[in-house]
């Protein structure tokens, strides 16, 4: 009897040793897990801000309202006042109140989201007659100045199982509902950057999930804040300058890459991304000629035309095959291969040289140059000078343009390298392609003499970003200094073809029109008569373009500007960029301005946390 | 022997009771008490109305019920010991028509001041009355299997009453307290070890009853016992109990997580916290030091009992207290067993603990009844 008691105590008390203390940490893990319920708090996006410190990105406060059923005797009467003061239909009210219904009564409904200030504080005033009402904080990406930066912020939207899809990203606050995240533009290509980290709140729940109290709140991390290299001013400027047309424009600082505007035009607002775009919206962009929704300046791809030039010009003086005074003859046209290679100018420039050839954008000249220098050889010289490279920054689709080679013809066309496609080359058409970004890149190289590669984004918080190669390029200075003369003589020599854009003021713009061609033109339409590019329809239309640096002496900034379908480049793309570049030079000494760091932003946070 | 007698030899009469009365035990029941009392102003969360202040009030009535039954004369209790029988029966007999049904289980009557459990107080009643049959049966007889029949029926009848109910647990502690009176009465161990083995063929049958048409057990029964051979089988339905009963033990660790810091029954995810698993709480607040220091009482207490019992020359008396130390120890080892997960959920509290008027009431009356034997033992 003795015996069994003592074994029955036994084996209790063993039993009580094995759960309270041999296996007390896996308990107590499982009773942790019982009660604490872990919820994010999404943290504040960085803020983007430009050059001068301007805001372009901020987050603004947008309200929600939630509805706890147990704390009110009749959930109708108080919704029905509720809806005296925010907008709130008798459809959504009944939904509310099923859902209601269908939940624990101390579970918190939304009732309203993307409520403004007013609203809130219309709910506030009346709180005693509204029990139940709470009203939450969030935050909204906003984009102040709107359309301007459309192209290099891009914008947020809400997370899609698309994107979940796409990104490898473990991060637990993608799988929260309609969380932002960046989609296109400087918001995609820094995500990691501005997302910040996570809070998180831990509250303690019991059986029925009812909230006991709040054990612990971190905030979590705000996003790093982001300045820009672009200046607001120029960009707002460049923007409202090219409007009505479809086109690009690229100021670049030639001393460090620095790019000042990268404006595309027609533009978009971003505000009607960020919480899902309308479909009537989403197509009145879509199927725009002009392309809105296209960063041009870094996806579009254009024969470069005559900008071109300058690429020849080096490559011929680098090569030794010609010289400063060798003068071509220019009668209008040149035969290559039983072939006819018109010169812009019907009549001829007559005996040109280089400098003359840029001035007057001789054709027949780049042509004698392109077949002396070979295609392998202008390919070298355009990339050394940033051209058919892609350029590293964090934009979207950025194009790489396409400088071509023999190899490259054979490998992509199954067909040999004929002269004619050199000679086509050697005037910036043919498989030539430039994107408006390179163009610039190009200038600035040309006019500064070093290597510099472009650069958008200027500071991550206080953290700058490196500014990459400033190594002076492999050219002879002598031979750089002969292309500027030509660039100068386009802009300011009477016989120019940029003289009428030129800059009037003691500092001068150097440049170089382009006019390249989108159409072939046949033996007969030439016979009868080039049809004037205003009577063609605006898809067969010639583009315009411009590149250029200024000022002369001392260079600073480099300019590309190219007009689609615009016509010449003189009279359509010139003017342009003229008038940017008079923009950015009254812009002064443009040193950056201060901007906060996100450790500024937690205090921001903290000070206005809802009491 | 008759079965009625009046003695009172060498026994203490008057005030000089008090002197003999067997205090160690009533302190050792207060201390186990008024573990009970902490412990449910704790599950309530720190209210004090809740539970704890009518288990207090019971005790007090109980403990001045025990002092009384203590002081009266074992003879008279020995010799009532058939009518309480009776009543208790008839009471057992009410409640299953007109009972209180509660969880499943026609258990109460209301009284309007307490719910009282006939099966609780049968437990007692049963106790006296074989204690009673044995004092007055000749030795000789005590092992003869003719003269087992009248205890096996005085067992059985409210067993299958309670059983009837259904209150399986409760069934299990008449049956195992009745039966260690009758074993320690001196009825041959051969008889125990043929029971033991006839119950666990009934156990067999019980299961295998299952799903046929003269199924045994309901079938909450049923899951209760499937749980408990696999808790993790139905971890949201019948083994939720278990499971959580089982985390809030372990998380307590070796010195608990500090009184009213269980968060396990402050937030209810243990069911019944405040009776049947009212343990688990004991043991997650103050850990496995709290655990071992409830069950060291609850052996003190037995063992005060075993003493007295070994002192005391009246049959009655002895056979008494070792059979409501017998019935105690089943009380605390089922219950414990029950919620450290080695024994199904039949649903048996806590003594002294758990909060419940009957069950409270009856102990203290039952250990008055010890008191009694004591005070009245001859010596």
Known sequence: MGTAQLTLIGALAWRMNQLGVKKAKKFRTLAEENRINISLQPPARGLIYDRSGNLLALNRQVYTIQMVREQTNDPQAVLNRLAQLIPLSDTKITDILKEMLSRRAFIPVTVATGLEWEHIAAVSVNAPSLPGITPKLGLNRQYPVGPDFAHIIGYVGPVSDYDLAQVNDKDPLLLIPRFQIGKNGVEAKAEKTLRGKAGTKMIEVNSVGRVMRELDDQPGTPGANLQLTVAHELQRFATERMQGESSAAVVMDVNNGDILALASAPTFDPNKFINGISVADWKALNENDYRPLANKTVQGAYPPGSTFKMVVALAALTLGVTNIQEEVNCPGHKDINGRKFHCWRRGGHGKVNLRKALRYSCDVYFYEMSLRVGIEKITETANALGLGIKHDLPLPAIHSGLMPTKKWKQRNKKEDWYIGDTANAGIGQGFVLASPLQLAIMTARLASGSQIEPRIINMFDDKQTKIKGISPLSFDPAHLDIIRTGMYDVSNHPRGTAYSSRLKSTEKIAGKTGTSQVRFISKTERKNGVTKNEDLPWKRRDHALFVGYAPYKNPRYSISVIVEHGGAGSRKAAPIARDIMQKALSLGQNSYGPIHNRKRSKLDNLKRKPT | ?379
């Open chain 2, 1 to 379: 022997m008759s079965i009625l007698i009046n003695a009172y030899q060498n026994v203490p009469t008057g005030f000089r009771k008090v002197l003999y009365f067997h205090w160690p035990l009533a302190l050792l029941l207060t201390a186990v008490s008024c573990i009970g009392f902490l412990m449910l102003f704790s599950v309530s969360g720190g209210n004090f109305d809740q539970w704890a202040k009518p288990q207090i009030i019971r005790f007090c009535i109980g403990f001045v019920a025990m002092i009384i039954i203590g002081f009266t004369p074992i003879s008279i209790w020995r010799n009532i010991s058939i009518p309480t029988y009776i009543i208790s029966l008839a009471l057992l007999l009410y409640v299953e028509y007109f009972g209180v049904t509660g969880k499943g289980a026609q258990r109460w009557i209301d009284l309007g001041f307490i719910k009282l459990q006939p099966s609780e107080l049968m437990k007692i009643a049963l106790v006296m009355v074989i204690a009673l049959y044995y004092d007055w049966l000749d030795s000789e007889k005590i092992s003869k299997p003719l003269w087992l029949f009248p205890p096996l029926l005085l067992t059985a009848l409210p067993m299958a009453l309670i059983l009837n109910q259904p209150d399986l647990g409760t069934a299990i502690l008449l049956g195992s307290g009745a039966a260690v009176v009758m074993l320690l009465a001196g009825v041959s161990l051969w008889y125990f070890l043929a029971g033991v083995s006839t119950i666990f063929g009934l156990i067999y049958f019980v299961i295998w009853s299952k799903g046929t048409n003269f199924q045994i057990l309901k079938n909450y029964q049923y899951r209760r016992i499937e749980t408990f051979l696999d808790p993790s089988s139905d971890p949201l339905g019948s083994g939720y109990h278990i499971t959580q009963s089982k985390i809030a033990l372990g998380s307590g660790g070796f010195s608990g997580r500090g009184y009213m810091q269980g968060t396990q029954s402050r937030l209810n995810f243990l069911p019944e916290k405040h009776t049947d698993f009212i343990f688990t709480t004991l043991a997650e607040e103050f850990g496995f030091v709290g655990g071992i220091t409830l069950l060291t009482l609850y052996i003190m207490i037995i063992l005060c009992c075993y003493l007295t019992a070994m002192q005391n020359h009246n049959r009655f008396g002895a056979l008494l207290t070792l059979g409501v130390a017998a019935t105690f120890f089943f009380y605390f080892c089922v219950n414990m067993l029950m919620v450290m997960g080695l024994a199904p959920i039949v649903g048996v509290p806590l003594p002294l603990v758990s909060y419940g008027g009957s069950a409270m009431l009856v102990l203290l009356g039952a250990f008055g009844l010890v008191q009694s034997a004591h005070i009245h033992r001859t010596r």
